[in-house]
């Protein structure tokens, strides 16, 4: 099916905006041109693309399928062309995929290095869980991503590469000073409130596998998607947080203690992983030899 390109560009656009008119704004051409551009579409496919109201624009299932697709393809073309713009420069872009704990906490001097060694090159962060990093680098859209193992999700990811190893804690406050220099088994630590990450993160399923082990269904007091709002919690004695331990820094060490378990949390890793079949930016090649 011969379809020009422009017409899926302007797809891609309006489907990520969810507005014809936003996305005629990002592609500098006229609302008009846009919805036109999108029923020449439909027609070519003979498929219902968006359902159009007077508030809002949704995309449809058919649409859902075709963005999959397109999303990948278009970071691709994208990064073709940021690439073909950087051949020569010393600078070149840098994408780079992770949660913000992981940036907070352990790229940030990494990115320093970085920006001090190559002044000229872009940095761009896309702030994710590790689960959904997986996803952003087999599709293209970053050059290499920096997240928490074990990952099922990296299973199809060939170059991955550990780069720390680090244990995770559970940690409260003296709300529950009773605890220090006590022992507990998992099956104790239920009998308190425990504040972790949502379902959406690998420490999520870690911690919730870990417990089914032993034959133990843990219930959380509270999900929250941040560490840091777990350490905020915890420090007001909310319950207790279990987080990695390269997120305590010394002021949130010396109001908060580790409560201790029977049973040994294995460690975990961060790994970097890029994608073979993407070709690598010279910046993402630079960082990568970091490690």
Do not use: W
Not at 147 to 166: E, Q, R, S, T, W
Not at 216 to 239: C, K, W
Not at 243 to 253: A, G, M, N, R, Y
């Amino acid at each position: 099916m011969d379809i020009n390109y422009e017409l899926y560009k302007v797809f891609y656009y309006v489907a990520s905006t969810l507005s014809f008119s936003e996305a005629s704004k990002q592609l500098f051409i006229s609302q008009s041109a846009v919805s036109q551009s999108i029923k020449a579409l439909e027609k070519k496919l003979d498929q219902t693309l968006f359902i159009r109201s007077t508030k809002k624009v949704r995309l449809t299932t058919e649409g859902e399928i075709l963005l999959r697709h397109i999303e990948p393809a278009i970071s691709l073309i994208k990064r073709g062309e940021n690439q073909l713009l950087d051949v020569g420069a010393r600078g070149g872009q840098l994408h780079i995929g992770a949660s913000d704990t992981i940036c907070r906490y352990f790229l940030v001097p990494y990115l320093e290095r970085f920006h001090r060694d190559f002044p000229g090159a872009h940095i761009k962060v896309t702030n994710a869980t590790s689960i959904r990093c997986v996803e952003l680098l087999e599709t293209g859209q970053v050059d290499l991503i920096v997240v928490n193992a074990p990952n099922a999700y990296l299973g199809n990811v060939p170059n991955v590469k550990k780069i720390k190893d680090f244990q995770d804690v559970f940690i409260a406050n003296e709300a529950f000073s009773e605890l220090k220099g006590k022992t507990l088994s998992f099956k104790e630590l239920l009998d308190y409130p425990i504040l972790m990450l949502d379902r959406k993160s690998t420490t999520s399923e870690y911690l919730h596998n870990l417990f089914l082990q032993h034959q133990l269904d843990l219930v959380p007091e509270i999900e929250l998607s941040s560490n840091d709002l777990l350490i905020d919690l915890a420090r007001i004695g909310l319950g207790i947080a279990f987080i990695p331990d390269f997120c305590l820094t010394q002021e949130s060490s010396d109001s908060l203690f580790k409560v201790e378990t029977t049973e040994k949390l294995p460690s975990r890793e961060l790994v970097i992983a890029h994608n073979e079949k993407v070709p690598v930016s010279k910046a993402a090649q630079e960082f990568l030899s970091y490690f």
